[in-house]
């Protein structure tokens, strides 16, 4: 009874998205683990590894799509959430090494030793365990933008100045965590993992269910934030998009509403950090970049702002362009396609791609009902 009324409650493309990422989840492993890599339906483990960068990039942008597209935040330093997220698990993963680095030292990393550290600081206390690890992940991210959004909202920073804001953030952030004498691997960040809860990392089953995992927090931060968007809170974080100050002028409490979807949207986005780590072999103080957070919001911009779905399908896109060009002689214009994709998508489809097709999908159904002489049902409404 209840996954029917769920079943209902969900509209054409939401149902589609879910359908799509719940479909990848069962037949990644399928034609990874069992077909036989003859079959011209195998997928290369390589390829996995990069469709869960992928995805977690997706999660990535949805999570700024809960703050951009509905509540009006334009947020340049969402990488940084992201990244806190990945040095978390990282500092899990290096813990996990234990004796077999480079110098053997049961308790100290290995740049630590290089570093003539002597004794683990105290913040790497706790990080050998799973669950505390875990609970960083989200908690680090969460309580940083729980505390700046705080400060921001209360004291009513909007606009250009509030993206400033978080663009200095993630580059304060970068700058810290290059300094050797934070312990975190200076320049160099946190790599060499061997496993992760007892499974060795580059293994091919333990690759595929990383990719499975980070389809499931795909499916599993829409509908959180879905549910959020589509609730009466939800219809609040629009009216603050839309009209700020009339919203507060009718009573509502701008700054909780806002403070709240900025908490959410850091922990989905340190979430996504944390899968992203172990895939991809390597956390450093290059993914605090402020180009990384400009180039999620690309993300959102080509795949449709405020459509959640399209924030997804805009990360799977750019990303995917930027693997083709990056690999081959067009490597050097790589920023120059990405500006020329902004610009184009800025000027003909303001809406994204998701909301292009959808007014292209609205008109042929007014044009079809007219043509037929009948009164045009309503479209549901994402």
């Known amino acids: 009874m209840i996954t029917r009324r769920f079943i209902e409650n969900l509209d054409h493309r939401a149902a589609w998205f879910l359908g799509v990422i719940l479909g990848a989840a069962v037949l990644i492993p399928v034609l990874n683990l069992l077909v036989p890599p003859t079959s011209p339906f195998h997928v290369p483990t390589y390829a996995v590894a990069l469709l869960g960068k992928y995805v977690c990039y997706a999660v990535l942008a949805l999570a700024l799509d809960l703050v951009w597209g509905y509540c009006g935040i334009l947020s340049l330093g969402h990488a940084a959430f992201f990244a806190l997220?990945?040095?978390?698990?990282?500092?899990?993963?290096?813990?996990?090494?234990g004796s077999r680095g480079v110098y053997a030292n049961p308790i100290l990393p290995d740049f630590m030793?290089?570093?003539?550290?002597?004794?683990?600081?105290?913040?790497?206390?706790?990080?050998?365990?799973?669950?505390?690890?875990?609970?960083?992940?989200?908690?680090?991210?969460?309580?940083?933008?729980?505390?700046?959004?705080?400060?921001?909202?209360?004291?009513?920073?909007?606009?250009?100045?509030?993206?400033?804001?978080?663009?200095?953030?993630?580059?304060?952030?970068?700058?810290?965590?290059?300094?050797?004498?934070?312990?975190?691997?200076?320049?160099n960040g946190l790599t060499d993992f061997k496993d992760i809860l007892g499974f060795p990392i580059q293994a091919q089953g333990t690759r595929v269910v990383l990719c499975v995992l980070s389809l499931l927090l795909l499916a599993t931060a829409f509908l959180v934030a879905r549910g959020m968007v589509r609730s009466t809170y939800g219809k609040v974080l629009v009216a603050i998009r839309d009209a700020e100050s009339r919203t507060r002028f009718l009573g509502y409490r701008v700054e909780h509403y806002k403070l709240f979807a900025f908490t959410v949207s850091a922990c989905i986005a340190g979430l996504a950090g944390a899968l992203y780590v172990p895939q991809v072999g390597i956390i450093n103080p290059s993914e605090f970049a402020p180009a990384n957070s400009i180039e999620a919001v690309i993300w959102v911009a080509v795949g449709g702002r405020g459509t959640l779905v399209g924030a997804a399908i805009g990360a799977f896109t750019v990303n995917f362009l930027k693997s083709v060009f990056t690999t081959g002689a067009l490597?050097?214009?790589?920023?120059?396609?990405?500006?020329?994709?902004?610009?184009?998508?800025?000027?003909?489809?303001?809406?994204?791609?998701?909301?292009?097709?959808?007014d292209l999908l609205e008109k042929r159904r007014l044009h079809a009902g007219k043509r037929n002489g009948q009164a045009p049902l309503p479209s549901a409404a994402e």
């Open 331 to 358: 490597a050097p214009y790589w920023l120059f396609a990405l500006g020329s994709l902004f610009v184009i998508v800025t000027l003909v489809m303001p809406k994204g791609i998701v909301g292009t097709v959808s």
């Open 113 to 187: 030793v290089f570093l003539n550290w002597t004794e683990l600081p105290w913040y790497w206390y706790g990080f050998s365990s799973f669950p505390f690890a875990m609970l960083m992940v989200v908690a680090v991210p969460g309580l940083l933008a729980f505390a700046f959004g705080w400060l921001a909202f209360r004291s009513r920073v909007t606009g250009v100045y509030l993206s400033i804001i978080t663009q200095a953030l993630t580059y304060a952030l970068l700058l810290a965590f290059f300094r050797n004498d934070m312990g975190f691997g200076g320049n």
């Open 85 to 97: 997220g990945g040095y978390a698990m990282g500092m899990y993963l290096m813990r996990q090494i």
